[in-house]
């Protein structure tokens, strides 16, 4: 689509009530997005405390792998399903995935660890949907100057996912069980009929040559006359590009987005996957107040990702990735000391300070930074290949949500869990966070 100065133009409108709608909608779906991821490793922590739940217990990786499994599959599937058929669409539909698939909880048997793994798959493969295609969405009706910070509001819902996924559980498990819990997740179908009623794809009603509808879609989107829109059009036609022409033009980019991705993806999941497990193992917490440890974490994250998204409108956004991944690199030094203090001397208090201060410096920076990956992630391909690169990127980044949870497994089991395993997956974490947060300063950034 070529353009007289329309693009630019865009780029310093102010945001509008008709925007607004937009970046509102992109946050609830994103807090019952993360509600939903967070809420399973809580219930996971539950389990692993009863007897009558062993089997449950000792397939725990199993379970937790098989979401990110279902999340690549998302990512590469429904990256490619919205192009051929909207991004709005695929929003719907992945939506409803999430919710038919929670609310099936409810019939599952005790500690049949299979179907749980299965249904969790097909969560997981919502989850991937929602998140290869709601940014680029968003973004399509956001001013440029205005998406960092727009971007880390919306963000910034992931770690309330987290609080609210802490809250229900530390209040409501022992009244409607941990089934209940999990179904609270299948909330978000009351959202359809909202997403129902905003408009589609502009870029991709231009690539199906409904220029009349992506005409609409902007003068709603920007609140301006059908004349003022059409007027900065040279030429509303959409040049078709093939995926192996998409992926060789923008191979440099794809490689560093997808082992940027899958380094912060692997250090901040492990966190917030194996974080309850380590506090009940190590410190022998019980779950309740490790709901309320994580409550406080989640605004310390929430802080994080305000803080990143704001200064990524200032300087460029790797380098904000790059501060962050740094100091997130430390947090987990702090957990290394605090576990070899406790394989090297009696359990004192002074160590459960100094693992919940590494733990609080991981969820700022580190998970922090999210704010900003997820928008320069969006941002750094062209637009006729964003949501196909995104999703390979991504996609590809996302099997650190298999692989963590299959490598950490023995964190899960109590009877096989050794704190002489713990200083060498803290230092492996940390290189992580440092070499993604390098990786992310060889990227090109866009220039509008």
Not at 140 to 165: A, D, H, M, N
Not at 359 to 365: A, H, R, T, V
Request: aromatic residues 20%; proline residues 2%.
């Amino acid at each position: 689509m070529k353009t007289k100065g329309f693009t630019k133009k865009i780029c310093y409108f102010d945001l509008n009530k008709n925007q607004l709608k937009i970046v509102l909608i992109t946050i609830f779906i994103t807090l019952a997005e993360f509600f939903d991821l967070f809420i399973i490793s809580f219930v996971v922590s539950f389990i692993s405390e009863k007897e009558m739940y062993k089997d449950m217990s000792d397939n725990t990786g199993i379970i937790l792998s098989s979401s990110g499994f279902g999340i690549i599959l998302g990512y590469l599937i429904f990256g490619y399903i919205s192009e051929l058929y909207g991004r709005k669409s695929t929003i719907i539909i992945s939506i409803f995935i999430i919710s038919f698939f929670n609310s099936l909880f409810i019939f599952i048997n005790e500690n049949d660890w299979m179907l749980f793994s299965f249904i969790r798959l097909m969560i997981g493969l919502g989850s991937g949907g929602i998140n290869v295609t709601i940014l680029p969405y968003l973004h399509e009706f956001i001013p440029y100057k205005r998406r960092g910070v727009i971007s880390g509001i919306s963000s910034l819902f992931v770690p309330i996912g987290l609080f609210l996924g802490s809250f229900a559980t530390s209040y409501f498990i022992d009244k409607i069980g941990w089934k209940g819990v999990i179904i609270l997740g299948s909330f978000p179908i009351v959202l359809l009929i909202w997403i129902y009623n905003l408009p589609e794809s502009p870029y991709f009603l231009i690539k199906k040559n409904r220029i009349e509808n992506a005409i609409k879609s902007y003068s709603w989107a920007f609140m301006l006359s059908r004349e003022k829109v059409l007027k900065n059009f040279i030429k509303l036609k959409h040049k078709k590009v093939s995926i192996k022409k998409i992926i060789k033009k923008n191979k440099f980019n794809l490689i560093i987005i997808s082992l940027g991705f899958f380094c912060f993806t692997l250090s901040s999941f492990f966190i917030q996957s194996c974080g309850q497990i380590l506090l009940k193992n190590i410190f022998f917490i019980k779950i309740n107040e490790i709901s309320k440890i994580f409550l406080y974490l989640s605004l310390g994250n929430l802080s994080g990702r305000l803080l990143s998204s704001f200064i990524s409108d200032y300087i460029k956004r790797k380098y904000v990735i790059f501060i962050f991944g740094f100091f997130g690199s430390i947090g987990y030094i702090f957990l290394f000391f605090s576990v070899f203090h406790e394989m090297n001397s009696e359990y004192d208090f002074p160590n459960i300070k100094i693992f919940i201060i590494g733990l609080f410096i991981i969820m700022i920076f580190g998970d922090g930074a999210f704010g900003v990956i997820n928008t320069f992630g969006s941002e750094i391909f062209i637009k006729e290949a964003k949501s196909i690169c995104l999703g390979i990127s991504h996609g590809i980044g996302a099997t650190a949500k298999i692989i963590g949870p299959i490598y950490f497994s023995n964190i899960y089991k109590i009877n096989y869990f050794s704190y002489f395993d713990l200083p060498k997956y803290f230092i492996l974490l940390s290189f992580f966070f440092l070499f993604g947060c390098i990786i992310y300063l060889f990227s090109k950034e866009i220039k509008l």
